[in-house]
């Protein structure tokens, strides 16, 4: 959580916004429970768009199945072997967001 607070005050001193997370993983990386439950609620984590998860083992994507059923993310979330793939994703989870925006106004 550290992290994410040193992250959520970056966003600010930057003027703030909505973004779309790639995170890639390390081959023996784990998220911490308070972490799993900070970025799957969005009164907690209100600056994520989506989330896209870059694994490469079958362990993180035991891991990733997990937070997925168990935490049920309430905004877009999807887990990638290919970072290329994560990127075009997430650029349309960007659109689909500033159409909604637009909509909205």
């Not at 969005?42 to 989506?50: E, G, L, M, V, Y």
């Amino acid at each position: 959580m550290d992290f994410i607070e040193k992250g959520y005050e970056f966003i600010e001193e930057v003027g703030g916004g909505r973004y779309c997370n790639i995170f890639e993983f390390d081959s023996f990386s784990d998220v911490e429970p308070e972490v799993r439950t900070w970025a799957s609620d969005n009164k907690q984590n209100f600056n994520t768009i989506s989330d896209a998860f870059v694994i490469n083992s079958l362990s993180q994507k035991i891991l990733a199945d997990f937070y997925l059923r168990v935490h049920k993310p309430e905004k877009p979330t999807r887990v990638f072997y290919n970072l290329e793939k994560a990127v075009v994703w997430s650029l349309e989870q960007r659109e689909i967001y500033l159409t909604q925006e637009k909509s909205k106004s």
